[in-house]
């Protein structure tokens, strides 16, 4: 298409640009035509294909036998969960009210020890476990020692005692027996731990005790100082049996040994007594339980 000569140049650019992409667009279109007729003759050649092959088919095709489906297996079932048995915690008692007497500073610690040990999630912190003990130190010098704690805290701002080892070491140089070693030592020179009435039972009980707080540790002393204060009936028996002495140098053996006679001591006062308490079944000979008879001239019935 020819253009005024007049016409602008870029308005001659852009119409011929515009008659230019008209034209591709043009080919493109014959092109597309051509390729979507080529697709259409393919697919009606194959559709006749498919069709002559159903027209060859036979008209009934051989029965299959009805098979059931498989079953189908059921889910494994998984056991119920055992229910959580919850733990019940035993049943704590709080230490006694403490006051300051020696002998049973002992005994105050380690009941405090010990619910400190079963009940730890009571307490935040040591400081806690400390006040919370303080809080039994009730009347004579214990009250006044707690007092004095707190006085301190007041002095200085800050609590006297940090640890609950702390504690513990304070709490035994004043609540503690001063001379316990050595007044165990002296009990066991003199006499004052021998058996004397007691059952083997209470008397081990002490005399371990004792040991314990005189720091004995020898097998051989052990043994010497036990078999001494043995009553002489346990202790001669022990020394006369046949067979099975104790070793001098096996303390549990004497122990063992010295319990099992004085329970078998126990047991026969035990059945004699039951004796002695009976009545006798038989009375006392009446004149009319003799009869005269015999050749000898007098019998008993």
């Not at 707690?146 to 007041?154: I, L, P």
Request: aromatic share 10%; net charge neutral; charged share 15%.
């Amino acid at each position: 298409m020819s253009l005024p000569s007049d016409t602008p140049q870029g308005i001659a650019d852009t119409l011929g640009y515009l008659q230019h992409h008209l034209q591709e667009l043009t080919e493109r279109q014959h092109i597309s035509k051509s390729n979507i007729n080529s697709t259409l003759a393919a697919l009606t050649v194959q559709l006749q294909q498919l069709t002559q092959l159903v027209a060859n088919l036979p008209l009934s095709l051989p029965a299959t036998p009805n098979t059931p489906p498989p079953p189908i297996p059921s889910p494994p079932v998984s056991p119920s969960p055992t229910p959580l048995t919850r733990r019940t915690r035993p049943k704590l008692s709080c230490p006694l009210d403490f006051n300051g007497e020696r002998h049973n500073g002992r005994a105050f610690l380690n009941s405090c020890s010990l619910y400190i040990h079963l009940a730890p999630e009571q307490f935040q912190d040591e400081q806690e476990r400390i006040l919370w003990a303080l809080t039994f130190f009730k009347g004579g010098c214990a009250a006044k020692w707690s007092e004095n704690v707190f006085c301190q805290e007041v002095d200085t701002s800050i609590f006297p005692i940090q640890t609950w080892g702390e504690f513990e070491q304070q709490f035994q140089l004043h609540f503690f027996p001063a001379n316990t070693e050595a007044d165990a030592i002296n009990a066991l020179k003199g006499t004052s731990y021998y058996q004397g009435n007691r059952t083997v039972d209470d008397y081990l009980d002490s005399f371990q005790a004792l040991v314990s707080d005189a720091g004995y540790m020898d097998p051989r002393t052990l043994v010497v100082k036990f078999r001494r204060g043995l009553r002489v009936g346990i202790q001669s028996q022990i020394t006369t049996m046949p067979y099975g002495w104790p070793a001098n140098t096996d303390p549990n053996a004497w122990y063992k040994v010295a319990q099992r006679i004085d329970q078998a001591h126990l047991t026969n006062e035990a059945f004699q007594s039951v004796l002695r308490s009976t009545p006798s079944s038989h009375s006392k000979a009446s004149p009319d339980h003799f009869i005269y008879g015999g050749p000898h001239g007098r019998g008993r019935r």
